[in-house]
């Protein structure tokens, strides 16, 4: 069964950091690009990070460029998000969900995780 399940979610304050995981179960990262999407409230959902599968090429949305950064772990089967200089408006339920291809493209993803609450502090 393929599963994706996020972590890491807490409250902090604007400024702080945060490191989110997404952990893999019923397949491996070489084969699947992994991508982090957030959903503040009232807002669609948007993509926030991406890294690839075969070769661990990474995408940014603008808005997390320079401050986020995305890794993975194959040995441990999963994804790291890590959030420095977090601000208000990262707040957001933070999700990962599978592709085979690298981008944000949300139809392009799958088996969507359950999400982790992020919640930023002014």
């Known amino acids: 069964q393929v599963q994706l399940v996020e972590s890491g979610g807490g409250l902090v304050q604007a400024g702080g950091s945060l490191r989110l995981s997404c952990a893999a179960s019923?397949?491996?990262?070489?084969?699947?690009?992994i991508g982090w999407f957030r959903q503040a409230p009232g807002k669609e959902r948007e993509g926030v990070s991406c890294?690839?599968?075969?070769?661990?090429?990474?995408y940014y949305a603008n808005s997390v460029k320079g401050r986020f950064t995305i890794s993975k772990d194959n040995a441990k089967n999963t994804v790291y998000l890590q959030m420095n200089s977090l601000k208000p408006e990262d707040t957001a339920v933070y999700y990962c969900?599978?592709?085979?291809?690298?981008?944000?493209?949300?139809?392009?993803?799958?088996?969507w995780g359950q999400g982790t609450q992020v919640t930023v502090s002014s």
């Open positions: 019923g397949f491996t990262l070489d084969n699947y690009a």
């Open positions: 969900a599978a592709a085979f291809v690298l981008g944000l493209a949300e139809k392009d993803f799958g088996s």
């Open positions: 890294i690839s599968g075969s070769d661990g090429r990474t």
